[in-house]
């Protein structure tokens, strides 16, 4: 397989790992995010089989182009799928999930390309708005051993039309679209060469430090440490690699602005754009840049 300037694998979502749902919600909340309904997650044994209840549970933030999912344990009796595990290292992004039309097509892709993909089929109940039913996926999953950055998947909807409701879209800080996430690694070259043959594209290396990889929707971007600190000082780090900064594309800065202020939540203001510090935002940085 080739590689090019161009990628057909876009941003679908990042996941939030949280204690606690409630908090978590009410914290996107005040950020100026309108959320889903609960939702429990479920995995069905085979494609069109009943699913299996798991123990973890979520809201999203659905946008325009992408979303935020605020993902925690609601019953600690059912497989809470390593979630508890994962907390134990940080809360914050641990879901970084890219979006394919085509996922037999892709896992074939990464197997050629030496990564081990395996297809794998999820679901969950979904009483929306205007509509109510079973969101079906498909996810093209690589083992954790070779893509350390977090649970690093692709994912299918094979039912947009239930997680994408128009009454779930518009929300009082204008957000439209996941524009782009940062993730901290400790050796960039060798990240990058390995999303590289993920992706099937090359890499911006203008910026010192940094590998952007610039997606069918959205932008990935690797960066070195030393880069890091001085873009994000006092940001935490607390380990390596680490998903530390997600950018949401607003339509209105000044109406994000005016929200966060009401809701006493304190943000720097710089060039086009709101930072919001990792502790308000569930252990990222948020970045709020107008588009």
């Known amino acids: 397989m080739s590689i090019t300037s161009q990628t057909r694998i876009g941003l679908d979502h990042i996941g939030m790992f949280a204690v606690d749902l409630h908090r978590i919600s009410s914290l996107y909340e005040r950020l100026g995010f309108s959320l889903t309904p609960v939702s429990q ?3 069905p044994p085979a494609l069109g089989e009943p699913g299996v209840l798991r ?3 979520n809201r ?3 946008l325009k182009h992408g979303y935020i999912e605020l ?3 609601i019953d600690p009796s059912l497989d809470t799928l390593g979630v508890p595990a994962a907390l134990e290292k940080y809360q914050g992004m641990h879901i970084l999930a890219f979006q394919t039309d085509a996922p037999e097509v892709l896992q074939s892709q990464l197997q050629e390309q030496g990564f081990s993909a395996s297809l794998v089929y999820l ?3 979904v009483d929306g708005s205007a509509l109510s039913g079973l969101a079906q996926f498909t996810q093209v999953r690589t083992p954790p051993e070779q893509m350390p950055e977090g649970r690093v998947f692709a994912l299918h909807h094979r039912t947009p039309e239930l997680v994408w409701q128009a009454g779930y879209l518009t929300h009082p800080n204008t957000a439209q679209a996941l524009l782009e996430v940062v993730v901290v690694v400790d ?3 060798q ?3 390995r999303y590289t043959r993920y992706f099937s594209c090359k890499a911006d290396t203008s910026t010192c430090g940094q590998a952007s990889f610039h997606l069918r929707t959205g932008t990935y971007t690797l960066m070195q440490t030393a880069c890091y600190e001085r873009s994000y000082p006092h940001a935490p780090l607390p380990l390596l690699p680490f998903p530390a900064v997600l950018v949401i594309g607003v339509a209105s800065l000044l ?3 005016q929200y966060l202020i009401a809701q006493k939540v304190s943000f720097s203001y710089q060039v086009n754009q709101l930072r919001i510090e990792a502790e308000q935002a569930g252990g990222a940085t948020l970045i709020l840049r107008q588009i």
């Open 41 to 43: 997650h479920a995995s």
């Open 191 to 193: 990240a990058q060469q």
């Open 60 to 62: 999203c933030a659905m």
């Open 71 to 73: 993902l925690a344990v």
């Open 187 to 189: 050796d960039l070259a």
């Open 255 to 257: 109406t994000a602005a």
């Open 55 to 57: 123990g973890t549970a």
């Open 123 to 125: 679901q969950r109940q």
